[in-house]
């Protein structure tokens, strides 16, 4: 993949009233009119929720554990982006799928309202993968720091407010995990969490290897874990987002593949910070029984 053009930091313009990428925006029609096959399945996260990880879990169940197949191509290329619209590298969703046949994967951070209709027409298989509000924050800071297509983060103090008002790219978190939540037994939704993941990764695999259908052997399913651990994940270059070259992802500043934790928000809050943060939490989350946990 090729850097086009100069970099530049899109700006943020509001898709009913969630705010997108201009060049995401600018292409909503088509983006909301796309349709998906019956048989298409759709991974969708709010940004650093565990996306990639997810996908190749994803892609490795769906090939029997073959690492070679899962090795064709880098994660954009194998599983289109549905939003994304070029300039950055990444390749535009549309135009892959309408080279890709069906059944495809295809990944989104589109708040649930915001999600083409055709998904829930067709009932698509559909994973959501969420992840507790300060560890996704911190990630999403660190990324915003190293990824120059983004909106500047600014200094960590004045981001956790811009989280907390979902002003950050795809909006709030918050109403992104709600509305997935709220969704998920109407549509079939397989809602996973990142701690859990992280906890008992086979478990989760298993997980999703039921809900695609599928049935495997022991010892796939252990090698499939093995090829998903954060550290198999951080020196694969199909997955680790090396690929995206400089200066459009400075992986000198923060790698994709950063720290893989659960936690590590205790080593980004003040206490200060994070009493702030738990309240406005409290407001926030009323009312909902999502079961995150900040620490396992
Ligand atoms: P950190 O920044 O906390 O390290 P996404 O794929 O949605 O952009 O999410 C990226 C986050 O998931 C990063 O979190 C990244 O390190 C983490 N991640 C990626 N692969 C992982 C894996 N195999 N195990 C644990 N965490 C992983």
């Given at each position: 993949l090729e850097a086009g053009g100069s970099m530049s930091r899109f700006p943020l313009i509001p898709v009913q009233g969630v705010p997108l990428m201009n060049h995401i925006a600018n292409n909503w029609d088509s983006i909301s009119a796309f349709e998906p096959h019956p048989s298409d399945l759709l991974i969708a996260t709010y940004?650093?929720?565990?996306t990639t990880w997810t996908q190749e879990i994803v892609d490795l169940l769906l090939n029997d554990g073959d690492q070679e197949v899962c090795h064709r191509a880098p994660i954009v290329v194998r599983m289109p982006f549905l939003e994304i619209f070029s300039?950055?590298?990444?390749?535009s969703g549309l135009d892959l799928l309408k080279e890709m046949p069906p059944p495809r994967v295809i990944k989104t951070h589109l708040a649930f309202q915001l999600v083409p209709q055709g998904f829930w027409k067709n009932k698509c298989k559909t994973i959501y993968v969420a992840r507790n509000a300060k560890d996704n924050l911190v990630s999403y800071f660190h990324f915003d720091r190293m990824?120059?297509?983004?909106p500047e983060p600014g200094p960590w103090d004045s981001y956790i407010p811009k989280f907390m008002e979902g002003k950050?790219?795809?909006?709030?978190w918050y109403d992104h995990v709600k509305g997935y939540w709220k969704e998920r037994e109407k549509n079939n939704i397989l809602y996973l969490f990142y701690e859990d993941m992280k906890e008992n990764p086979r478990r989760e695999v298993e997980r999703i290897m039921r809900y695609l259908g599928k049935s495997l052997p022991d010892d796939v399913i252990s090698r499939i874990v093995e090829l998903t651990s954060f550290k198999a994940m951080k020196e694969n270059p199909m997955v680790n987002?090396?690929?995206?070259?400089m200066p459009v992802f400075?992986?000198?500043?923060?790698?994709?593949?950063r720290k893989g934790e659960v936690g590590d928000w205790n080593n980004h809050f003040t206490q200060e910070q994070s009493r702030v943060f738990d309240e406005d939490y409290e407001k926030q989350m009323k009312g909902s029984n999502i079961p995150f946990r900040t620490n396992i």
């Open positions: 940004p650093k929720a565990g300039p950055p590298p990444v390749p990824n120059l297509t983004q950050l790219a795809w909006g709030s987002y090396t690929f995206i070259p400075d992986q000198s500043i923060s790698p994709f593949m």
